[in-house]
């Protein structure tokens, strides 16, 4: 039996995309393993997006190699592969081959030429690939990622994504729909799709929007959670939002790249909207899903920011009172457009600007989290928690729980009143402990 190991970096994407490489290798007798030392292939599905997670794959590539034994497999897949293509093979004598996103239905061909000893590199852009027939292997079938549209057309000028994952395309709605039935039907017990894409909310293939996408899996039986991620804010059409607040199984939380508050900011970063459009697509959401939680990406330091313009951001934050934001220090990546603007900002004011920025989210998140102590949610328990023999679980708000109960709650949905907070995650306890026949009226 062959076994190939995968360390997936960066987005959602790339953890679907790992699990269409199981899938592609499933399908060759290989099976899934989480022991690189026992592991036949070995491959690191990477992210591009800034240096810094380029540099941790280096350095991992380097504790890696130790693991491969005559005869294995060392690749690098994603978007570093794709970005960097046979500059890797020079770079890493180790790597056997190097395949970026559109390229993993030639993974069984590289790995048998690595094999004949001969070393390789397919980053060439196929904008028709979907994977269609390729059935993913999923690691948490409670909860699927559904890839809806790969590529991105945006031009955001910092972003690299554009240049390692090609042009935009969507699935046709009915494969998607066959693909969420299936899962919610075959006794996997999915109950929760989240639909991914760049640019997710945009999707059209050719016949149906991104509303009718919504509207269709959100009916699929068995289907009592639908995410999405990321939407880029002025792709929430009034139909898309009408759908999200028509649509039962559709939950009470949008990420919302902001990316900066600073309309000139915005303006050279090429996003489609400036500081009042965006404050409107909040507002419009709100409206539409009454207790809609919102999280976001920032990035600060882009070329040219001013303090001004950094004030912007942390006054729209404050405005706004996100749940939850990822903060980025601007990374210069070779190849996009931002590069040649005027004004790089120092390294010592981003730093001390991220730390502003990091502090202002987290005081709004724990303020708003200790509002919610004394509350009752439904949870989907996802699994064990990390520390402490408790099981994790999630809010239609993506709020996480930890609750003590049984490992047969996992996959299963409770209501739970929350006990206490450590600022971003929760302690809840369950309800049936309190009411156990209100509760068991309510299952
Ligand atoms: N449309 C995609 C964006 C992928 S990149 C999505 O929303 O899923 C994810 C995030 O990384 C972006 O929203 C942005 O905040 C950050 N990012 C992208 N390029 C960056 C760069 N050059 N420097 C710092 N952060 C960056
Ligand atoms: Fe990147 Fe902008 Fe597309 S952030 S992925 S170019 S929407």
Same mark, same amino acid.
């Given at each position: 039996m062959r076994r190939v190991y995968i360390e997936t970096y960066g987005c959602q994407m790339n953890v679907s995309d790992s699990e269409l490489m199981f899938g592609v290798l499933g399908r060759e007798g290989y099976v899934r393993t989480e022991d690189p030392a026992e592991a036949d292939v070995l491959l690191v599905n990477t992210c591009a997006v800034r240096d810094h997670a380029e540099q941790r794959v280096l350095g991992r590539m380097g504790e890696l190699k130790r693991y491969k034994r005559p005869g294995d497999v060392l690749g690098v897949v994603g978007c570093m592969a794709q970005r960097l293509g046979p500059k890797l093979l020079e770079r890493v004598p180790q790597v056997d081959l190097v395949i970026g996103p559109d390229g993993y239905r030639g993974l069984p061909e590289l790995i048998a030429q690595a094999r004949a000893g001969e070393r390789a590199a397919d980053v060439a852009f196929k904008g028709w690939e979907h994977y269609e027939d390729v059935p993913p292997v999923r690691g948490n079938m409670v909860s699927a990622f559904v890839t809806v549209q790969r590529g =991105? +057309? %945006? /031009? =955001? #000028? @910092? =972003?690299i994504v554009p240049m390692t994952r090609g042009p935009e395309r969507s699935r046709k709605l009915a494969d998607v729909v066959h693909e969420v039935a299936r899962l919610a039907a075959n006794g996997g017990g999915t109950t929760e799709v989240t639909l991914l894409g760049q640019t997710v909310n945009s999707y059209h293939d050719g016949e149906h929007d991104f509303a009718d996408l919504l509207r269709t899996v959100g009916a699929v039986e068995g289907i009592r959670r639908l995410r999405f991620t990321? $939407? %880029?804010?002025? +792709? @929430?059409?009034p139909r898309v939002v009408a759908a999200m607040a028509e #649509?039962?199984?559709? =939950?009470?939380?949008v990420h919302l790249p902001l990316q900066s508050g600073s309309s000139r900011t915005l303006k050279r970063m090429l996003r489609r909207y400036d500081r009042d459009r965006y404050l409107a697509v909040v507002a419009a959401l709100r409206a539409a899903v009454p207790g809609t939680s919102l999280s976001t990406d920032i990035i600060v330091g882009f070329p040219g920011e001013t303090e001004d313009e950094f004030q912007e951001t942390l006054s729209l934050v404050e405005q706004v009172q996100f749940d939850d934001a990822y903060t980025f220090k601007y990374s210069v990546r070779d190849g996009t457009p931002a590069v040649r603007i005027k004004d790089h900002v120092a390294e010592e004011i981003k730093t001390e600007r991220i730390g502003r920025l990091i502090a202002l989210v987290r005081r709004i998140a724990k303020q708003k989290n200790i509002g919610l102590i004394g509350t009752t949610h439904e949870i989907l328990?996802? *699994? $064990? &928690?990390? /520390?402490? *023999?408790l099981l994790q679980a999630r809010t239609r708000t993506n709020k996480i729980a930890l609750l003590d109960g $049984? &490992?047969?709650?996992? *996959?299963t949905y409770r209501r739970v009143r929350f006990t206490g907070t450590t600022g971003s995650t929760f302690t809840a306890w369950p309800l049936e402990k309190e009411y156990p026949e209100l509760v068991a009226a309510w299952q």
């Open positions: =991105c +057309d %945006y /031009r =955001c #000028t @910092f =972003c990321s $939407p %880029y804010p002025t +792709d @929430f059409t #649509t039962p199984a559709v =939950c009470e939380h328990v996802e *699994g $064990p &928690a990390k /520390r402490g *023999g $049984p &490992a047969e709650w996992i *996959g």
